[in-house]
């Protein structure tokens, strides 16, 4: 369990801002904190009170890592305490076919598990405070202000019914960064197209056996597989392939009989899933589809993390992708902010490149996603052998790391003036923790 979000919660909105952010995730909370840094006035309005977020995704991926330490965030990500994943091993029908070890990646840290809450709490803990900064909590995105064509700010919503409190915030952007169900997406109009993948997910988590170590594995028989990740601080988080709409029957069949199938696909997990997966309670549900969109942006508005490009959890790319949309984005924005005459909104055209750099990163990751999901689903006898025949001989492919170096690590710039206001903003208590902490924030 994390804490409530116990920071005062702000009651006034204000009528008019710079940027209004719909949505406190890894993606717009990020965002908030960085544009709040540059002296941009941000408003970031999030439906929850508090930070608690359950099965979601945790691994940041060298690249994500790399960025936080340069952007500050490494003594409070210290502090709060993370896991290193060394490696990830993928095993099919019980023998191990293709083995990489992050130490070997030159010149990057290693991938790190730090709970979703954890990783927020440091955004909004090193936002709070800067001036034009204001944090709406209980609030709820409702509709959409426009004028001639253009959004012009969001009407949001607090409580239900006759109770319901409304107000409207005027801004020269808002950006939807309210998640893979997003309700800014819908009412923007802007086409999104929107795939079931062929099978859905149930995640779990286990106490992690010492000897398990720091080691994430791809336990694949036939096309049932298991995801485990070592997660912080003691545990591992499991996700299971289901079919599509597949989790009615799987309950019909009864809570042992999905256990005992947990079981069978690992044998090292089995005593462990026996005395820890008690029942459905202790599962969480996530349906699995993609969002596409060729337009993130309309005149005054624009997506970004999820509910622009809902990925799926293959490869554990979400968080990284929402995280690096909110850095890309930074130095664009406050240029067009910048550029824009008064109040005028951010238009669509001033965010176009930023849009097209964004969309192709994500599609080279759906690629490798859809292509792994393929191999998963396969299942028949000559279709296994083919799928264990292909991980070895990458396994053994000189080239190995260079390809996974290319899906995994891909880098992308942080922009000079965040190098220099994340130097800034370390306390000079928080630069006393290590030499370390100049070459973090250094180019
Ligand atoms: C079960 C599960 C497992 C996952 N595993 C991984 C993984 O291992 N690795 C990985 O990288 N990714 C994983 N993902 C995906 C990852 O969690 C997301 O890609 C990532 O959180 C996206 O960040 P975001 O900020 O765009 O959206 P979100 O994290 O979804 O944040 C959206 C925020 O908007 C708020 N919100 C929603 N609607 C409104 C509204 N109307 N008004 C105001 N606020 C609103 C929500 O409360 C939420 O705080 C997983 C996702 C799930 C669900």
């Keep these: 369990m994390t804490r409530p979000d116990d920071r005062p919660a702000q009651t006034a909105a204000p009528e008019e801002t710079d940027v209004l952010i719909i949505g406190g995730g890894p993606a717009g909370s990020l965002l908030a904190c960085l544009l709040a840094r540059r002296g941009i ?6 439906k929850q009170t508090n930070l608690e977020r359950s099965f979601r995704g945790e691994t940041l991926a060298a690249p ?53 809450p954890a990783l927020i709490r440091i955004f909004n803990d090193a936002a709070e405070g800067l001036p034009g900064y204001v944090y709406l909590s209980g609030w709820s995105f409702s509709s959409l202000m426009e004028e001639d064509g253009a959004v012009r700010g969001a009407e949001l ?46 995640s779990f988590k286990l106490p992690r056996p010492p000897e398990w170590g720091q080691d994430a594995q791809l336990i694949v028989d036939h096309d049932r597989h298991l995801v485990v990740l070592p997660t912080f601080p003691d545990s591992l988080r499991i996700g299971h392939n289901l079919p599509k709409r597949g989790l009615a029957t799987l309950r019909r069949a009864g809570f042992a009989a999905f256990r005992d199938g ?32 060729e337009q993130w942006a309309r005149d005054g508005l624009l997506l970004i993390g999820d509910a622009s490009h ?11 992708l929402a995280m690096q949309d909110a850095i890309t984005l930074v130095p664009v924005l406050v240029a067009a902010l910048d550029a824009g005459a008064g109040r005028q909104p951010v238009g669509a055209g001033e965010l176009a490149d930023f ?26 006898p000559r279709g296994v052998r ?4 292909r991980y070895r001989l990458l396994n053994a492919f000189p080239g ?33 923790d290590g030499a370390s902490t100049q070459a973090e924030v250094a180019p």
């Design 400 to 432: 190995k790391y260079r390809i996974f170096d290319k899906v995994i690590n891909a880098q992308h710039p942080v922009d000079p003036v965040d190098l220099s206001l994340a130097q800034a903003a370390l306390s000079p208590g928080s630069r006393a």
């Design 386 to 389: 083919v799928r264990r025949l």
């Design 64 to 116: 994500s890592v790399t960025s936080l330490h340069k952007l500050g965030f490494g003594p409070a990500l210290r502090a709060h305490g993370f896991l290193e994943t060394t490696t990830v091993t993928t095993v099919t029908e019980g023998r191990p076919v293709l083995h990489v070890d992050y130490r070997r990646f030159r010149d990057q840290p290693l991938p790190i598990d730090i709970p979703q």
């Design 310 to 320: 809902t990925a799926t959890p293959i490869l554990g790319q979400g968080v990284n």
């Design 157 to 202: 919503v607090r409580g239900r019914g006759s109770t319901a409190e409304r107000t409207r915030v005027r801004a020269r952007l808002v950006v939807g960064a309210d998640g893979r169900f997003s309700k800014v997406r819908k009412a923007s109009g802007l086409p999104a197209d929107i795939e079931p993948m062929a099978r859905d997910f149930l």
């Design 355 to 380: 849009v097209a750099g964004r969309r192709a990163h994500k599609m080279h990751v759906t690629r490798f996603q859809r292509m792994q999901e393929s191999q998963l689903a396969v299942s028949s």
């Design 262 to 293: 947990i079981a069978a696909l690992s044998p090292a997990l089995a005593p462990l899933v026996r005395e820890h997966l008690l029942s459905w309670d202790d599962t969480s549900f996530l349906e699995i589809f993609t969002a596409e969109m």
């Design 41 to 46: 006035r941000t408003v970031l309005v999030e």
